[in-house]
């Protein structure tokens, strides 16, 4: 059975995870994926959530002994009350890609939820041994600015998911340490030592060839909401701290698992973002119009969150 990492786990898998790094050691918490008949109804069952949205509709169900998800264009999975188990049951000829989405991207942030922790849909890095997090919508640079980043002494933290720790100090985990970006912006880089392969949407993945195999959490310093702005001579970016209502409904929105966690589990979600934004800072960031000068913006994060760096909002 391979075993791969992702996101602070070690998966013991029967499918084939395209594009996820061979576990190293026996660091991580065990999820094992199988092969097996998912049920298409229980008696028991208590839908919590969904996405009606075409083409692919999804759902969560909560189960006396787990959970079900069902994606209708991938298949069901069957999910153990505690996590660590995964059977899933696929639709015939389903790309690996697809399965891949639905491990990242719904399952495994399920696994957190059980677990206590919260799943944003974020990209980050990791600067002074402290992490700094973007979130924002498509096409408003969060994997341009992290390339920049990690271009001026940064390191590639996690791409689209990030495992987040409600401790007394939250901590987040190591996630899938790609950069996606478009071609005219990988154009450009400056950064040695990178592969690079192009994903089904067109943009280049960009992989370091030197593995990073250090897992510890580190504590999450900030989270970002990214956004545009007219280039501006004197300011290439501009942050804000957003009040704790506004913070709050940014982490909300940003949950991973999004409208898949309703219902009875709407309250627990709220409480958890809550302990989040009353213990890390939330920044709206306003970046200028201008590819040209993203090096500078990078250097205004580096200077915020640089060692010994004393410079406020």
């Given at each position: 059975m391979p075993n791969y990492s992702a996101l602070g786990f070690r998966i013991e898998s029967r499918l084939y995870l395209t594009g996820l790094r061979a576990a190293f050691g026996e660091h991580g918490e065990v999820v094992r994926i199988?092969?097996?008949?998912?049920p298409t109804h229980h008696p028991t069952e208590l839908r919590i959530g969904g996405d009606p949205t075409p083409p692919c509709l999804v759902r969560l169900y909560a189960l006396a002994d787990g959970y079900r998800f069902e994606h209708e264009?991938?298949?069901?999975y069957a999910v153990s009350a505690?996590?660590?188990?995964i059977i899933a049951d696929l639709v015939p000829d389903v790309s690996n890609d697809s399965v891949r989405l639905d491990v990242l991207g719904r399952l495994l942030p399920l696994a957190m939820?059980?677990?206590g922790q919260l799943c944003l849909h974020a990209s980050a890095v990791s600067i002074a041994e402290r992490v700094i997090a973007f979130v924002a919508p498509k096409g408003t640079g969060k994997s341009t600015l992290a390339l920049a980043l990690v271009n001026q002494g940064a390191t590639t933290f996690a791409d689209d998911a990030l495992r987040v720790w409600l401790d007394a100090q939250p901590?987040?985990?190591p996630g899938i340490r790609n950069i996606r970006v478009q071609p005219d912006v990988r154009?450009?880089?400056?950064?040695a030592g990178w592969m690079s392969s192009v994903a089904i949407d067109g943009k280049f993945v960009l992989e370091s060839e030197t593995v990073d195999e250090d897992e510890r959490p580190r504590e999450l310093d900030a989270i970002y909401v990214l956004s545009t702005a007219a280039a501006d001579a004197d300011a290439p970016v501009a942050r804000t701290r957003l009040s704790h209502r506004d913070a709050l409904l940014v982490v909300l929105g940003q949950g991973k698992l999004g409208s898949l966690l309703g219902g009875s589990e709407t309250a627990t979600q709220i409480d958890r973002?809550?302990?989040?934004v009353s213990k890390v800072p939330v920044y709206s960031a306003a970046i200028a119009r201008d590819l040209g000068r993203v090096d500078d913006v990078a250097m205004k994060f580096l200077k915020w969150h640089g060692v010994g760096s004393t410079e406020s909002a």
């Open positions: 199988l092969a097996g008949a998912v264009c991938t298949g069901r505690d996590g660590s188990q939820h059980i677990r901590t987040v985990t154009a450009r880089s400056r950064a973002a809550m302990i989040l």
